[in-house]
């Protein structure tokens, strides 16, 4: 059990000292000369909870996770929060149930409050045919223990006053949810799984970027980066929206693009919504933080780059979603909007695998919904680089799987990034 760093006593106490006691909460490390068994490239979510798993469920210490910026500066800390695993799909279900399992249970693993709040999640129905594609999905679910409800128009109306049920446009005519689904504070994942993987023995190497990779023979040995080359057993690149450029330095062309999506917060507000909502007939999602802003979201900036901000067409685009179900986010003021690179790929599903170039593994593919993902690539990813098996949950996630015909299709739209 580690010691107990906060407390009320502790917070008064650093207050009338100007903050100067505080403790590092990971240590900083620098590039071992004799190398790693196992170095994780980018120290987003998933390669912080990699780094964890290899140490705890495998016993896998000599592990450095190499981060371009600091800990927390791409999309892990930039995203919507929203966690759920209200899949369709054999191959994806069954993997985001896990990740919900390990939500649930993460505080308590890692001792660190991530702030985990299973408010519930809607996704609001505005057709018939709708309705239908809603309710096998809700069987899809139910069937993997995941937790389904259906809600009708009265039941909305009842619980949501301010929804704009009877929109001639975009009539409501009931939702889908999973009251398990919710929302994590996004950055205390990143430094609570630091945190944990640091204690365990992980070195966390910040400001330390990638270049390239030392192969020779069809084998991966290492990387060079801007704090020099470092050795490796096996090297797992976990970057995200920079998945095409890291993976192009070894030679390997990726199913992917990459684009910006944009998210958005207003001012704080009385609370006004428990749960999180998503329009079914556009892009926009809402859920209200415990600073009572709204935290909104929806499409992606349809061009690919690597600008971490997004254009006035999108913003546009998303505000007229939130319009169309609650018009009374018309009278809130915007604070703040942001935005983050995401992987995209073209089933809308991840990868988790080998590459060609031996001991070289690749993790992304993420889309929209990665964050939730968190836990579960980690472990899936820590189980692959440990034992060189699939994890049962994540055998579907291979890089060939365009070339089998086995596509991970869950929205059904084919090779359009800005449909999934
Ligand atoms: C606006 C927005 C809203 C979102 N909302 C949700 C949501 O509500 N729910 C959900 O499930 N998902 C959501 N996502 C998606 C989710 O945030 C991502 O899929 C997920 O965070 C990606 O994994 P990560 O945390 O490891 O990525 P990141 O945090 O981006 O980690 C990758 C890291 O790799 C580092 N890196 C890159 N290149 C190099 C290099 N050469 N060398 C070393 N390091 C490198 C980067 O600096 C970065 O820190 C959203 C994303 C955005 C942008």
Redesign the pocket.
């Known amino acids: 059990m580690s010691k107990v760093r906060y407390s009320a006593f502790k917070v008064l106490k650093e207050a009338l000292s100007g903050h100067k006691g505080w403790e590092p909460v990971w240590r900083d490390a620098e590039p071992k000369t004799e190398g790693y068994d196992v170095i994780i490239?980018?120290?987003?979510?998933?390669?912080l909870a990699t780094a964890y798993y290899l140490a705890k469920n495998h016993g896998i210490t000599n592990v450095a996770v190499?981060?371009?910026?600091w800990?927390?500066?791409?999309?892990?800390?930039?995203?919507?929060?929203?966690?759920r695993s209200n899949y369709l799909l054999p191959g994806n279900e069954p993997f985001y149930e896990l990740s919900m399992q390990l939500w649930e249970n993460l505080e308590q693993d890692i001792n660190y409050n991530a702030m985990v709040s299973q408010r519930g999640i809607m996704n609001l129905i505005h057709s018939d045919a709708q309705r239908d594609a809603f309710v096998r999905r809700a069987n899809s679910m139910l069937f993997a223990d995941a937790g389904a409800e259906y809600l009708n128009q009265d039941d909305i109306k009842d619980r949501y006053p301010f929804l704009d049920v009877k929109n001639a446009r975009f009539p409501i005519k009931g939702a889908l949810s999973q009251p398990r689904g919710g929302t994590v504070r996004?950055d205390a994942v990143?430094w609570g799984y630091a945190r944990a993987a640091s204690n365990l023995g992980v070195d966390i190497i910040q400001n330390?970027?990638?270049?390239g990779f030392n192969i020779d023979n069809g084998v991966c040995s290492g990387v060079k980066?801007t704090k020099g080359d470092i050795k490796a057993g096996r090297v797992a690149v976990?970057?995200?929206?920079?998945s095409g450029?890291?993976m192009a330095q070894a030679g390997i062309k990726l199913p992917i693009e990459s684009h910006?999506?944009?998210?958005f917060v207003t001012e704080g507000l009385k609370p006004v919504m428990d749960n999180v909502i998503t329009f079914g007939a556009g892009h926009f999602?809402c859920s209200q933080s415990d600073k009572g802003g709204l935290v909104f979201?929806g499409d992606i900036d349809a061009y690919n780059t690597y600008a971490q901000r997004g254009n006035l067409p999108v913003v546009e685009d998303v505000c007229s979603g939130g319009m169309a179900i609650m018009p009374m986010i018309g009278r809130a003021r915007l604070l703040r909007s942001?935005?983050?690179?995401?992987?995209m790929s073209m089933d809308g599903s991840p990868f988790i695998d080998k590459t060609e170039v031996n001991e070289l593994y690749f993790n992304g593919g993420?889309?929209?919904?990665?964050?939730?993902?968190?836990p579960a690539?980690g472990y899936c990813y820590a189980h692959l680089l440990a034992t060189g098996e699939y994890h049962e949950v994540a055998s579907a996630f291979r890089l060939d799987r365009f070339r089998r015909g086995a596509m991970i299709d869950e929205k059904g739209v084919g090779p359009q990034p800005n449909l999934h």
């Open positions: 490239v980018g120290g987003g979510g998933h390669g190499l981060e371009r910026g800990i927390g500066s791409g999309n892990v800390g930039r995203n919507t929060t929203i966690i996004h990143a330390c970027e990638v270049k980066t976990c970057v995200a929206g920079s450029r890291v910006v999506l944009q998210a999602y979201g942001w935005g983050g690179i995401m992987d993420w889309c929209y919904g990665g964050f939730k993902a968190t690539s």
